[in-house]
C-alpha cells in the first residue's frame, strides 16, 4: 500500500496552460504540505495544511491555488503555466504539525512537470 | 527560520568503501530527518532522528543536537546507494514544514 501517492507522475504541458496534481495519503495523517525540487534539486515548501485548512503559503505566486477537500487529500492547481514552473512537486505529510508531536514527513513519489 | 548545511557536496565511492556525511544546523531541533533520492527521483525516508543513535542495516545515523549536528555513516557501500542524500529540520521552533539542506551527490562505482 502506497503511504502518499500523486498523480500523474509526468506533465508535459504547454505555456499558458492550467493543470492539476493530485496528492492522497493514506497514514492518517492531519498535515500535508507541497514542495517543489528546482533544477539543481534543491527542496523548498510551497504550501502546508493542517485539518484542511491552509497554514503556510510561502509567497508562491497565486497562479498556484492547493485545495484540501479533505484531510487526506492535498491538490495542487496551477494556472497559466510559465517555463519557470518546471520542476518537480512533491507532496509529503506528517501526522502533527507542531514539535510536540510526531512530526516526522513522508513524500510521494514527485510529480515532473515540463512546461514547454 | 533554520539554515540546513550539508557536506560534502559530492562523494565518489568505490563499491565496498565506509562513508560519512554531515549536516549541520543552526539552530535547536525536536525532528530531524536523513533522506535518500535515488537515480528515480523517489525521496526515501531513512532516518528520523531528533538526538541519539539509530542503526539500519549498513546505514547508521547519529544526531548530537547539542552541538547542532548529525551524521550519516554508510558502511560497505553498493552501487544502489547512489544518488543524493538529504537532511532536513523544521523550520521554527520544532514546528514544520522542514528546511532542506542542499543534499550530497554520492556516486558508488563497482
Known amino acids: 500500500d502506497t503511504a502518499v501517492s500523486q498523480t500523474p507522475k509526468y506533465l508535459v504541458t504547454q505555456m499558458g496552460n492550467d493543470k492539476s496534481i493530485k496528492c492522497e495519503q493514506n497514514?492518517?495523517?492531519?498535515?500535508m504540505y507541497w514542495y517543489k525540487q528546482d533544477s539543481k534539486k534543491f527542496l523548498k515548501i510551497m504550501f502546508s495544511?493542517?485539518?484542511?485548512?491552509?497554514?503556510i503559503n510561502e509567497t508562491v505566486p497565486n497562479r498556484f491555488s492547493p485545495k484540501s477537500p479533505d484531510k487526506a487529500h492535498l491538490n495542487l492547481h496551477i494556472n497559466s503555466l510559465e517555463l519557470g514552473d518546471s520542476a518537480v512537486y512533491f507532496c509529503?505529510?506528517?501526522?502533527?504539525?507542531?514539535?510536540?508531536?510526531?512530526?516526522?514527513?513522508?513524500f510521494g513519489q514527485g510529480t515532473r512537470l515540463t512546461v514547454v | 527560520g533554520i539554515q540546513v548545511e550539508q557536506s560534502p557536496p559530492d562523494l565518489i565511492l568505490q563499491e565496498g568503501a565506509n562513508s560519512t556525511l554531515r549536516c549541520n544546523f543552526s539552530d535547536s531541533v525536536n525532528n530531524l530527518q536523513w533522506f535518500h533520492q535515488n537515480p528515480w527521483g523517489q525521496l526515501i525516508n531513512l532516518f528520523y532522528?531528533?538526538?541519539g543513535t539509530k542503526q539500519n542495516g549498513r546505514l547508521s545515523a547519529t544526531t548530537v543536537a547539542t552541538e547542532r549536528y548529525s551524521l550519516l555513516y554508510i558502511s560497505s557501500s553498493q552501487t544502489t546507494d547512489s544518488g543524493v542524500y538529504f537532511c532536513a529540520a523544521p523550520r521554527n521552533s520544532g514546528n514544520t514544514p522542514l528546511v532542506f539542506g542542499k543534499g550530497t551527490r554520492l556516486s558508488v562505482i563497482a
Open positions: 495544511y493542517n485539518n484542511k485548512e491552509l497554514i
Open positions: 497514514l492518517g495523517h492531519d498535515t
Open positions: 532522528i531528533p538526538s
Open positions: 509529503a505529510s506528517s501526522q502533527d504539525f507542531s514539535g510536540s508531536g510526531n512530526t516526522e514527513a513522508f
